[in-house]
């Protein structure tokens, strides 16, 4: 079950993910610096606004539909910022798809962090204080 501490450190290593994912593009590929900073961006924001309209959405007896329309915008406006960076800007597709996999290290890493830090029921239940 995915907590707000998940979240929040999904976030947390989402960013350590963009800054690395950017020092090395400028180190290894300079050419595709910008777009992977780019990419990073874009799915940073894309995922803190998640993350803000479904907490809304799911709490609360506020109305449900005025969220599922602004997660239906969110996503639009994502898909715009990508169609004006690879058409109008013509950033380097492979860099906006490297930037964008931020998100996706962030999530695993989160998981993973959850995951090893829990306490096993077998060890918590042994406890003696």
Not at 6 to 17: D, E, G, N, P, R
Not at 74 to 100: I, N, Q, R, S, T
Request: with cysteine; proline share 3%.
């Amino acid at each position: 079950m995915v907590s707000a501490r998940v979240l929040t450190l999904a976030s947390i290593y989402q960013v350590l993910a963009s800054v690395l994912l950017v020092g090395l593009g400028l180190w290894l590929w300079p050419e595709r610096a910008t777009a992977i900073a780019c990419g990073a961006l874009v799915m940073t924001a894309n995922f803190f606004a998640l993350r803000l309209l479904a907490a809304r959405a799911l709490g609360g007896s506020r109305p449900k539909m005025a969220y599922a329309l602004l997660l239906s915008l969110k996503f639009a406006a994502v898909a715009a910022l990508l169609a004006l960076f690879v058409l109008v800007l013509e950033l380097d597709v492979l860099g906006l798809a490297l930037g964008m996999s931020s998100l996706f290290v962030g999530i695993g890493l989160a998981t993973a962090h959850a995951a090893w830090s829990a306490p096993s029921p077998a060890v918590a239940g042994s406890r003696t204080t």
